[in-house]
């Protein structure tokens, strides 16, 4: 696909390269969606189907799957070490990205976006299917989950604060604010306070994302990140939202986009942050 001066160019591919390698047995297509149901209403032909709620999630404690989950989950959708991944999915890629960025916690090598997501290929009239692909059993094997790459947890957020360290509040500027606790019409995780971590600066994340949902250009994103909010790649950035995928979204413009070294995901968000006692709020 064109470059438009992304610092990591071929984490991205065209619905016209999706196109063409729908039935390259080194690629897997992978559908994740915000709307767990629209994968069965229609999908890309050769396409799998990952819940990020079902398949990616612990469904006893709050965090990711294991790794023997992983691996399995892997085997079974025929993906193995070597298979270039490729998520899409609704809104201009809020959850593909989050599938991305889970995929890179456990290490696998070859994983992109399809740039556009189900808005871009259903704007040009492209093929969808109903039918649900079979691949033979995939061989896989994981590497212990990097958390400490490009995941922050609770107390290394407090750090962070405590030494003026830079973070990106990616939600609404209401959520922002403390006047809103959730946005209407999203599932509802129970924060009991509102507001912002003390010293973020806040970018919705679908301003990196253009009408077609396609990502913006590198320049363009600077000029948001950068020359407003005063980011730069020399820093160790901290993206939250409320459980961590609206910032999973912004983790790969500044990483692959934008090519920061050091940004983290907290996926804790303000699920935790607004229901955790003594911790600093701003509003």
């Known amino acids: 696909m064109t470059n438009k001066g992304y610092a990591v160019p071929e984490a991205l591919v065209s619905t016209q390269w999706v196109a063409e390698n729908l039935n390259n047995p080194n690629v897997r297509l992978v559908e994740s969606n915000e709307d767990t149901l629209l994968y069965a209403q229609g999908h890309i032909p050769s396409a799998v189907h990952i819940d ?21 989950l892997m085997a079974a959708n025929g993906i193995s070490n070597d298979t ?24 696998h090598k070859d994983v992109r976006l399809m740039d556009g997501g189900r808005l871009k290929w259903g704007a040009e009239s492209r093929e969808m299917t109903r ?17 400490y790459k490009i995941r922050a947890f609770r107390d290394q957020v407090l750090a962070h604060v405590n030494q003026s360290g830079p973070l990106v509040d990616v939600r609404s500027p209401g959520e922002f604010s403390g006047e809103l606790l959730h946005m209407p019409n999203y599932p509802q995780e129970g924060a009991l306070r509102g507001g912002h971590i003390p010293g973020a600066r806040n970018i919705p994340w679908a301003r990196a994302a253009n009408e077609d949902g396609t990502f913006k250009s590198a320049d363009d994103l600077r000029v948001i990140y950068e020359q407003e909010q005063g980011f730069n790649s020399d820093q160790d950035v901290i993206a939250y939202c409320r459980i961590g995928e609206r910032s999973s979204h912004t983790w790969f413009v500044l990483t692959y986009l934008l090519g920061y070294p050091s940004v983290r995901n907290y996926d804790g968000s303000w699920t935790e942050w607004g229901n955790s006692v003594g911790v600093p709020i701003e509003k």
Not at 52 to 72: G, H, I, M, P, T
Not at 84 to 107: I, M, Q, S
Not at 137 to 145: D, E, L, P, V, W
């Open 52 to 72: 990020w709620a079902k398949d990616l999630n612990d469904q006893v404690r709050r965090d990711y799957l294991s790794k023997e989950a992983f691996e399995q």
């Open 84 to 107: 270039t991944v490729v998520f899409y999915g609704d809104k201009n890629n809020w959850w593909a990205a989050y599938a991305f960025w889970v995929f890179k916690l456990f290490g």
């Open 131 to 147: 039918e649900v692909p079979s691949y033979p059993q995939g061989t896989y094997k994981a590497q212990a989950r990097t958390d």
